[in-house]
């Protein structure tokens, strides 16, 4: 292979692990989105604290497994209690008025991540050592097959939840139609709980994935959740599927623009993809139609 | 004897508008009860207020000896109301199935997934045509089946009264006559019923007592024979024929 087709590998390569972070992400915003119809912007910081949770947790001790689960279950009661402390006392008001708390609560919850942490960047350990795996002369970190496997075995789990078990069902039911579930019994303040305690939960997991290739931070969350957001706009909002879609394009699109143009415009590439669906495709590439 | 359902002095409305004033009116037990009225007269508002969507500024709600007035939707369609509106409300991209499931949620009497599919099997019993329909998607579904979907997801629960919102509009005659008999199958196995309908001849046809209303008021109550004698009621509803068409229950 050449050099630039496998300089090029290499980028969709990293493209794909970053991808598979920015698709758990996407798919916080969605869940909620379709639930409440409220976009999160604390998203990034359920990324954060996962993050966070899993390093101290794992330096006060605990084995590294039990602490990437407890981190996990903390984020997502974390994600409940800004639900009943921030979102249910405003439902009565507009969405508009409820995304704005939620930038609200992203910058509280991000100082309070700041007192607690400081500003220092925290490693993890990778969840297993060795040799990186190596595709036509690429290569792929172990933590990056991590990123990979749970992001997959993610997908797997929350499609059975959302199509095989009555609660996904009932969710998906508040999503299509909230005045139906009512009518049928299903809270939908419960389900609006519990789709901020998923979503939270998910975005925990990867920020936890993520940490021991950027270090855990109290502001990592800003850049992710924004990227999360991108991915998550790009594939229509409303679609786990595109979400997923979204997450990867997002991820290496970055990933070959830092790598071909200039890594200093890294950030930028999520942005301008954003710009330029809002002008090409505002419904996003799956916009509209699929759902949850 | 104690009321299936009693409302009195209800008002009602949306922001500041009040659309229900001062409505009183009772279902009793195995009765089906008919509101007829023009468009805007206050009829779905007045079934939302029962099942909770909206919120009743005065007076009192009761079902049975429970006073519901204040209950979230939720604990009041667990209570066995069972409200059936206007548009069926159904979920779409799930199967009809999922639908017939979803219905029975948050019903602590079906306990098991046995005791489910058995209320799945008498619904199938009442509509067969949905049990073709089964694993199909609700929104590719004709009118018919949709309603037929949307009666049946509420009767999944424990269901004691069923507030039903022009379920025959837009469908074809054979399909009317249909829900019609299963509404009188339904009275018979004791279910109550509260039925809105704008075309008073057919919600008379079935009918034990109707009550009109106009512009969010009771203007007038009665059994449907009563009815029909009233002037303005034949003008307005009957096309001033005094004539009264009772359904009968067709066997099956």
Known sequence: MTLLGSQILQYVLSGIVVGGIYALIAIGFVVIFNVTGIINFAQGEFVMFGGMLAVSLNQAGFPLGGALLAATLLTALLGALVERAAIKPAKTASISTQIIITIGASIALRGIALMIWGTDPYPLPSFSDGPPLVVAEAAVVQQGLWVIGVTLLLLVGLHAFFHRT????????????????????????RMSLLSFSLSAGLSAVAGIVISPITYATYDMGSMLGLKGFVAAMVGGLTSIQGAVVGGLLVGILESLGAGVVSSGYKDAVAFLVLLALFFLKPEGILGGKAKA | MVSMLDVSGVSAGYGRIGVLKEITLRVGPGEIVAIVGANGAGKSTLLKTISGLVRARRGMIRVEDQEITHWAPEKIVRSGVRHVPEGRQLFGPLSVLDNLLLGAYGDSTLANRKAVMARVEQVYEIFPILRQRNAQRANTLSGGEQQMLAIGRALMGTTKLLLLDEPTTGLAPLIVREILNVILRLRRQGISILLVEQNARLAFSVATRAYVME?????????????????????????NSPKLIRTEVTQR
Not at chain 1, 168 to 187: E, F, T
Not at chain 2, 224 to 238: G, M, S
């Open chain 2, 215 to 239: 512009t969010g008021r009771v203007v007038l109550a009665g059994t449907p024979e009563q009815l029909i004698l009233e002037d303005t009621v034949r003008k307005a509803y009957l096309g």
């Open chain 1, 166 to 189: 009555l609660l996904g069902k009932a969710l998906r039911a508040c999503a299509y139609n909230s005045v139906g579930a009512l009518l049928n019994g299903i809270s939908v303040s």
